[in-house]
């Protein structure tokens, strides 16, 4: 476990180098307006662990693609959750000054600047992918249809508007589940469908399979985070400093016990395993990341 937990982190190392480095370009041209720029690059570039891009571009691997195919799909899933993250952020919504450690977009700039910056992300996030010289025509529309569905209403920003709906409400497991599947699993879900999509040959059984891994995986995620905000992880600052009315959000561990949420973990982590039984040693950075997600400390 250990070993996978290194293996994991060392891939997340390499994914961050590639996928900042794109994104560090792609933010370097055309400046309308250099406030807007320098808002979405310190959103983009100050820091993050790069789950998303990671889950793709292992995704890609257990595919048997060229992982450079899976650069620009990376990309873009990053460029969405850093607009998630700067919205989240806003006084409108969960009112956080922190993130990341450092002071949230609209405290560094403004809220105008964060608003702007938040939307102008997550074009470019379907910009890059409209443009992604390494993918035919028709991956370039799958995975902008598959990015659009999974960021809008029917996955992130739904997930987001139930939260926000949820706020001092009594939930139920299956309602927190249901949140969360959309807040936070719609978008760790298609950053493993984006890179499994890298492959012309993927087939549906294997989409499935790699599917559910994801949806495991994202609950197993968002469990983890709640049992790290318990515990008062201090590196995630950010989160942890939010609104009364983000502290009053019901969690896995409000509603199970630290213990009966851990459990939970343990067996979102089998369930994601499991579900890569069909692969082989291909998949291997896909089960080092789950067993990440469950260790990770911040
Ligand atoms: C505002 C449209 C809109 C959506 C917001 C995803 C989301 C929906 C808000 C993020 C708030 C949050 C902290 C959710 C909990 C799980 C989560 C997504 C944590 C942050 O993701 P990490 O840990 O962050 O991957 P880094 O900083 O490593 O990139």
Redesign the pocket.
Known sequence: MDHRIRQAEAYLDQCRHQVDRELDRCLARNATSERLQETMRYSVLG???R?RPALCMAAARAMGSDESTALAPACALELI?AY??V??DLPA?DDDDLR?GRPTAHIAFDEASAILAGDALQTLAFALLSDAPALSDRQRVTMISELARASGHQG??G??AIDLESVGQQLSVAQLETMHRH??GALIEASVRLGALTSETVTECQLSNLTDYASALGLAF?VQ?DLLDIEGDTEVIG?RQGSDAARAKPTYPALLGIEGARQHLARLLDEALSALESFDSEADTLRAMADYVVARSH
């Open positions: 820091g993050g662990k789950v959750h998630s993250l919205h989240d919504m990341r992130m920003v997930g987001q807040k936070t968002q985070d989160k």
